[in-house]
């Protein structure tokens, strides 16, 4: 179900270097933006007091977990880089900003900063992807699994960890740096406490460098003014150090605001001047009134971009020059950082940037719509919507184009398994702006469906009931009546003829070379099957993974190919349905869509041929990946999870689990009980119900299985989190928790939490599952 064409790329792309003369492609420029992000930056090469003497403490302590913590300015990114250049073993560095903080993205992020250091890790940033609980099930244990493994003794260095706030990534970094081995360090600097460092300090497992550490002495004082070649006496040092309290980045401008006037022929100032010792706005004036008017405004300007290359300046200022003004900038020691060795890209220091913007809003508040709307542009045209998104957010004038964004980007963030940046996006945008663009409303209904999310999905299937729309739609459907209708199909709220008619309708709205073609083809083929139009399905699902293998959308190719496998084994072609379910299987792997809803119906097809076969191992692995993955598939698709838990429930009772199979059966009367028109699907339970009563037999395989709930609480076993706190991550009850923590202690046959993830992850249920 769904579109999956490509990644929406969450670091897309604007590199060009040095004034190329030819255009570089999107993939160069995401690619040379995410090696900026993955590359250690060299020290600063003037004002850098050397932090050899607590690096060498850290190394030395042989405890696993380094936490950096210091407001903005002491150096922690300078030691970082120092520790990186002075480290003997592999160092995987990672530089955290706001777009990182979606559990999906991060662990890609992490995945990719470890493969380039570790031999035949090349495709664990794919492997680790996923959506909701399947990240912390699966993606995060797949990576500490492969941390754990590691060839050889490594740091991961990660800057900025501050930026990272949603408890969902602190959920996964917990099970991730569980798999931090003897012999490596994890190095981490933020602004503020680290919330993976309270345990590793109960267990003597951290080394801890602070503020205090970091604030410069009278001799450090004096190193930086020598880099300016200016001296300072050591009572001029000293009392420099008072004012600013060690504060470095005070001390580093200070030195240049005396060098400023030293070159003036000034007496050069030793002093600092500021009432906040944290923001020295005082120095800032002064390091900025010293440039030219022509950088001054270019600065300013440029503040309102997290990172900025020249193409990207030159976009939003209307200038040919950004790229000498930018080698000026870094010359003149004003505080831009260099973020890899082509000087392609660069940032402003976080404080300086805050005081740049706070210059801008000043100066020429009615300028900042303007430069991120042309910024947002610029990132548009250089295929990365995403990053456009996410400059547009703030701006309430832009809510109509951020809406249409969305409406083009939603569905590949999904499938890429960004859930929880669309649904920030969406969350930020808000619901009167996604009723106004209703385009937007079908998207919003598609990505609650497929996650499994069934109230929200029927909420914007009642909003959409209400709305019209009448122009082109942004998301490549024909149009919004087509694209309604698909969405109106697939959950099938008014039974199979209605079903019928929409898919009917989509079919005959979405031509050949419709980015939406297989959908309406693949609708059409599930609804003919609700209706006992057997032929007609088959025809209609052929078509589909045709064009969706063209289209290279391997969602709708698995789910395709799983359906035809189970008419074809009905029917007793299994060389037919052989090839087939490999297909399935194989479009799965390789988009590693293990947690999909539309993947659980191929896991059945892929159990039931092993058992054919006489495999019960491969039998065995394949019904615990589509059980494992069962959760996401709701009411929300009701044809689908019916279907797929009758195929279960027979594979169960054939292989004498006569309690998974009854189990399966209720979940399947409970979604009846909410969409109980599902034409022959009905008949095909009745059926199988009636076999059941009639051969009633005891079972070999113990008790019943982990319901959906219980499933989606199991990951979370792995963390330290509280009863509490995982009621909260799940919207539960404390007494649900404790309750469905009792009832998976049971069926695992376990009584401690370690004891459950364990059992799991030996049951598959945890982990790879492979």
Excluded at 454 to 462: C, I, L, V
Excluded at 585 to 603: G, N, P, R
Excluded at 719 to 737: A, C, D, M, P, Q
Aim: glycine share 8%.
């Amino acid at each position: 179900m769904g579109v999956v064409r490509s990644p929406a790329g969450q670091y897309a792309s604007t590199v060009r270097g040095e004034a190329a003369a030819s255009e570089t492609s999107d993939v160069e420029l995401e690619q040379q933006l995410l090696d900026a992000k993955l590359s250690a930056p060299e020290p600063p090469a003037r004002g850098h007091v050397s932090r050899a003497a607590l690096i060498d403490d850290a190394r030395a302590s042989g405890r696993r977990f380094v936490g950096v913590m210091a407001p903005a300015g002491y150096g922690k990114s300078s030691l970082l880089a120092e520790w990186a250049r002075r480290e003997s073993r592999p160092v995987a560095w990672v530089s955290l900003d706001r777009y990182d903080d979606d559990p999906a993205a991060l662990l890609t992020l992490l995945a990719a900063a470890f493969a380039r250091i570790e031999p035949g890790t090349a495709r664990l940033p794919q492997r680790v992807t996923g959506h909701g609980a399947a990240l912390l099930g699966r993606g995060a244990p797949l990576l500490a699994a492969a941390l754990r493994h590691a060839a050889s003794p490594f740091v991961l260095m990660l800057d900025d960890l501050q930026e990272v706030r949603d408890p969902a990534c602190h959920d996964v970094l917990s099970v991730v740096f569980a798999g931090i081995p003897s012999g490596s360090q994890l190095v981490a600097a933020s602004r503020g406490e680290q919330r993976h460092l309270a345990r590793a300090r109960a267990a003597g497992d951290a080394f801890e460098i602070t503020a205090s550490e970091l604030a410069l002495d009278a001799a450090g004082a004096q190193t930086v003014f020598a880099s300016t070649q200016l001296p300072l006496s050591p009572g001029d040092a000293l009392e420099l150090v008072e004012r600013t309290e060690g504060w470095p980045v005070g001390v580093v401008l200070a030195a240049a605001i005396a060098g400023d006037s030293d070159r003036d022929g000034g007496e050069p100032s030793r002093s600092v001047s500021g009432d906040d010792r944290y923001v020295a706005d005082y120095l800032y004036r002064e390091s900025l009134v010293n440039l030219p008017e022509h950088q001054q405004r270019f600065l300013r300007r440029t503040a309102v971009l997290d990172t900025l290359s020249a193409p990207l300046c030159d976009a939003i200022l209307d200038t040919h020059d950004a790229q000498l003004v930018l080698r000026e900038l870094e010359a003149s020691n004003v505080f831009i950082v260099p973020l890899d060795r082509s000087r392609g890209w660069y940032r402003y220091h976080a404080l300086f940037r805050e005081f740049l913007l706070g210059e801008l809003r000043r100066l020429e508040p009615q300028a900042v719509p303007g430069l991120q709307s042309r910024a947002a542009s610029w990132f548009e045209t250089h295929g990365s919507p995403a990053m456009a998104i996410e400059l547009l957010l703030d701006q309430p004038g832009e809510r109509e184009r951020t809406a249409r964004l969305v409406a083009a980007t939603a569905l590949p963030s999904y499938q890429a398994g960004q859930l929880a940046t669309v649904q920030r996006w969406m969350t930020a945008i808000g619901d009167p702006a996604i009723e106004a663009y209703p385009p937007l409303a079908v998207i919003a209904g598609w990505v609650m469906a497929l996650s499994g999310r069934s109230a929200e999905a029927g909420r914007w299937a009642s909003v959409l009931e209400r709305v019209s729309y009448e122009d082109e739609p942004d998301d490549g459907s024909a149009s919004f009546e087509s694209a309604h209708a698909m969405l109106r199909s697939v959950m099938c709220p008014d039974g199979p003829a209605q079903a019928l008619a929409d898919a009917e309708f989509a079919c005959a709205a979405e031509p050949s070379w419709s980015p939406w073609r297989d959908q309406a083809l693949l609708l059409l083929g599930e609804a003919r099957l609700l209706t006992g139009d057997t032929a007609g399905a088959v025809g209609a699902l052929r078509d589909s993974i045709a064009v969706a293998a063209a289209l290279g959308n391997t969602e709708g190719l698995a789910l395709g190919a799983a359906e035809l496998a189970l008419l074809a084994m009905d029917q007793g072609r299994w060389d037919e349905a052989s090839a087939l379910v490999e297909s399935a299987i194989d479009a799965i792997d390789e988009q590693h869509m293990y947690d999909y809803a539309t993947a659980v119906l191929a896991f059945t097809q892929s159990a039931r041929l092993g058992l054919h076969r006489g495999d019960l191992h491969a039998t065995r692995r394949e019904l615990t990946r589509a059980m494992r993955a069962r959760p996401t598939c709701t009411h929300a698709i009701p044809y689908l999870a019916v279907r797929a838990r009758l195929q279960l429930a027979k594979v169960f009772w054939a292989m004498t689990d006569q309690s998974t199979a009854h189990h399966l059966l209720r979940e399947i009367d409970d979604i009846l009980l909410v969409r109980p028109g599902l034409g022959t699907l009905v008949e095909q339970v009745d059926e199988f119900r009636r076999v059941v009563t009639a051969s009633e037999q005891q079972g070999e395989g113990g008790g019943p299985p982990l319901t959906p709930a219980e499933l989606r609480l199991l990951p979370y076993l792995q963390t330290h989190l509280s009863v509490r706190e995982i009621g909260e991550r799940l919207f539960v009850s404390r007494n649900t928790v404790s309750s469905e923590l009792g009832s998976i202690y049971r069926k695992l046959g376990v009584s401690a939490r370690s004891e459950a993830v364990d059992r799991a992850t030996q049951l598959g249920l945890l982990g790879s599952g492979l």
